[in-house]
């Protein structure tokens, strides 16, 4: 069982920036697809950004420019460096891994994000 543990959530003003991290225990990370979905109150799950094993990066259109993934497969971790965050931004922001090879994926806990204007 693969268990993910995210950090770096919290307040801040329109503008502003936060980095999630997000550490993942499992041997196969480097060969794993990991990302960041997001959810706010009422909505539905969506797809933040993912980073494949091969480093190819997926944003969603809202992000673009503001949002950079990055993986670090020697600490196990996958990190968001969010910047211009504005107020649709809030939400709870998941960890994500998924393992091509068997289609099993993987969520954290969560990590609360929230913007004020």
């Known amino acids: 069982q693969v268990q993910l543990v995210e950090s770096g959530g919290g307040k801040v003003q329109a503008g502003g920036s936060l980095r999630l991290s997000c550490t993942a225990s499992t041997s196969k990370f480097d060969i794993s697809t990991v990302g960041w979905y997001r959810q706010a109150p009422g909505r539905q799950r969506d797809l933040v950004a993912t980073i494949t094993a091969g480093d190819l990066r997926d944003y969603a259109a809202s992000v673009k420019g503001r949002f950079t993934i990055s993986r670090d497969n020697d600490k196990n971790t996958v990190d968001l460096q969010m910047n211009d965050l504005q107020v649709e931004d809030s939400a709870v922001y998941f960890c994500?891994?998924?393992?091509?090879?068997?289609?099993?994926?993987?969520w954290g806990q969560g990590t609360q994000v929230t913007v004020s204007s």
């Open positions: 994500y891994l998924l393992q091509r090879w068997s289609n099993d994926q993987y």
